[in-house]
């Protein structure tokens, strides 16, 4: 998501380094507090039209200009989202279905391998488990004969 205020900021900053002048004489050309200023220039606080008119006024360019740049930035980096959520749209998910497609049957047979190799035998039901021990054998035997 693009913030307008950081755009704003580092427009606003980029412009005070070019004219090579601190915070504080902007700050007080402007008449806002310092610690305010540089809170703007971070993008940390949404500065107010009266207030970016009064800064603008202090580092001698337009608001128009200020605004024009900022919406520039905003259209770039739109444009570049954009872009990028569309790469990665087109390019991850078809692939992304393909494993989750293949990737199944290819462990439940790797499963079946290792199960014939080790000749282990599949789950069994509680009641046949019972009845093997009842019995005191490895191999089930019937209902009938394990109530008997």
């Avoid at 507090?33 to 500065?47: C, D, F, H, P, V």
């Avoid at 739109?78 to 390019?91: D, G, I, N, Y």
Wanted: aromatic content about 0%; some cysteine.
């Amino acid at each position: 998501m693009v913030l307008l205020r950081q755009i704003i900021g580092e427009t606003l900053r980029t412009r005070r380094r070019q004219q090579r002048r601190t915070l504080r004489d902007v700050s007080a050309s402007a008449n806002v507090s310092l610690g305010y200023l540089s809170e703007i220039e971070r993008g940390q606080k949404e500065a107010s039209s009266e207030l970016l008119s009064s800064i603008c006024g202090a580092l001698e360019v337009s608001l128009s200009d200020v605004l024009g740049e900022v919406t520039s930035e905003v259209a770039r980096e739109e444009r570049q989202r954009e872009a990028a959520a569309q790469l990665s749209t087109v390019s991850l998910l078809p692939a992304v279905s393909r494993l989750d497609d293949h990737r199944r049957p290819v462990e439940e047979s790797r499963l079946a391998q290792r199960r014939r190799a080790a000749k282990v035998a599949p789950p069994v039901s509680l009641d046949a488990a019972r009845a093997r021990r009842a019995a005191g054998t490895g191999r089930a035997t019937p209902k009938a004969s394990v109530a008997a």
